[in-house]
């Protein structure tokens, strides 16, 4: 099993960039897809961003293609995301999942990841 730890949220005005970190435990991190989603109040938890277990391959939600980039370091367990130009429609709880020890191909439903982070919150105003 793998735990995961999210920072780098804040409130920002429309925009304005942040990139978010996800630091990952275990040793199965170099083999593993990892994926960003969001959820705001009221709101299902959409799919953001995922990279697959080499950083070769990359997969984007419309909403954000162009403006966010995920990326990741495998020597460092760790998979970021670049957000730029932000809106308040951004505004959401992040978070960052796994999927342990299922293989390293990219997939946009929640249910194909087994370990989720405890998100963190990014605040855009207008």
């Known amino acids: 099993q793998m735990q995961l730890v999210e920072s780098g949220g804040g409130l920002v005005q429309a925009g304005a960039s942040l990139r978010l970190s996800c630091a990952a435990s275990?040793?199965?991190?170099?083999?593993?897809?990892m994926a960003w989603f969001r959820q705001a109040p009221g709101k299902e938890r959409d799919f953001v961003a995922c990279?697959?277990?080499?950083?070769?391959?990359?997969d984007d939600a419309d909403s954000v293609k162009g403006r966010f980039t995920i990326s990741r370091d495998n020597a460092k367990n760790t998979v970021y995301l670049q957000m730029n130009s932000l809106k308040p429609e951004d505004t959401a709880v992040y978070y960052c999942?796994?999927?342990?020890?299922?293989?390293?191909?990219?997939?946009?439903?929640?249910?194909?990841?087994?370990?989720w982070g405890q998100g963190t919150q990014v605040t855009v105003s207008s």
């Open positions: 999942a796994a999927r342990t020890n299922a293989g390293g191909t990219c997939y946009r439903s929640r249910s194909m990841f087994n370990n």
């Open positions: 275990g040793r199965s991190f170099s083999s593993t897809a």
């Open positions: 990279i697959n277990w080499s950083g070769l391959t990359t």
